[in-house]
């Protein structure tokens, strides 16, 4: 089997990969506090080639990327003012913790709404969590102070879906709390739409790499039936 086909595949697989990452950065270009993963790609190894005669070196071959590490850019982004009594963004570092069906989460959405009961809650009804550990409650005024929310500092904080993170937490963050403001996305639409065309572009040359491997396979194949 030739090489190329091997090589031109882990490049779409990889593009593969970065389209996803892309299409959900996108997808939450206006989600509070969203965080967007970028995957690296790296070689997937070399292939030394040899004279077969008198076995001196010839070169390298690659043998085409992979996907290497992904990370979360976890830097804060730039908070606006909303106005809504609900909305807590927080300034500087750390993380508002919820209870969800799996466990503590955290999450730097603070885009939040009132239960039945009187708890804080988070867009998916999870409540939300107080320095003390436990859901904080409407006070009798019916507000809910940015003091009564808890601002956690997470260690090793790694990305779990719907905006949430696992971690290990290590005490109360620096972070400031700040009502009627909201923590806005740090997608950049428009370097995220170049990212996407440029990653298109590179799935499409693979994509034609293979066809064109393929079409010489044939023909080769061809050939060789019709000397036999």
């Known amino acids: 089997m030739d090489s190329g086909l091997y090589i031109a595949a882990s490049g779409m697989l990889a593009e593969m990969v970065r389209q996803e990452q892309i299409s959900d ?23 030394l080639l040899q004279n077969t005669a008198t076995g001196a070196p010839v070169g390298r071959l690659s043998l085409g990327v992979q996907i290497g ?21 927080i300034e500087g570092e750390g993380f508002f913790a919820v209870r969800t069906g799996a466990g503590v989460r955290y ?3 603070g885009q ?3 239960d039945a009961e009187g708890n804080l809650t988070d867009q998916l009804g999870d409540p939300v969590l107080g320095a003390n550990g436990a859901p904080v409650r409407l006070r009798a005024d019916g507000t809910v102070a940015p003091g009564d929310i808890g601002v956690f ?11 949430l993170y696992t971690g290990n937490t ?15 996305s740090a997608v950049n639409p428009s370097q995220a739409m170049v990212q996407m065309i440029s990653s298109f572009r590179a799935l499409e040359a693979d994509q034609k ?13 061809g050939q060789v039936g019709a000397i036999g």
């Open 25 to 47: 950065q996108l997808a939450n270009v206006n989600t509070p506090g969203f965080k967007a993963e970028r995957a690296t790609q790296e070689g997937f190894g070399e292939l």
């Open 69 to 89: 590490e992904t990370t979360t850019d976890l830097t804060p982004a730039g908070i606006h003012e909303t106005g809504e009594a609900l909305d807590f963004a």
């Open 107 to 109: 999450t730097r959405n």
């Open 112 to 114: 939040l709404s009132v």
């Open 153 to 163: 500092e997470v260690a090793g904080a790694e990305k779990q879906g719907d905006n």
């Open 170 to 184: 290590t005490g109360q963050a620096k972070g400031k709390v700040r009502a009627g403001f909201l923590e806005e």
């Open 209 to 221: 790499s293979i066809q064109t491997i393929n079409e010489t396979l044939g023909e080769s194949a």
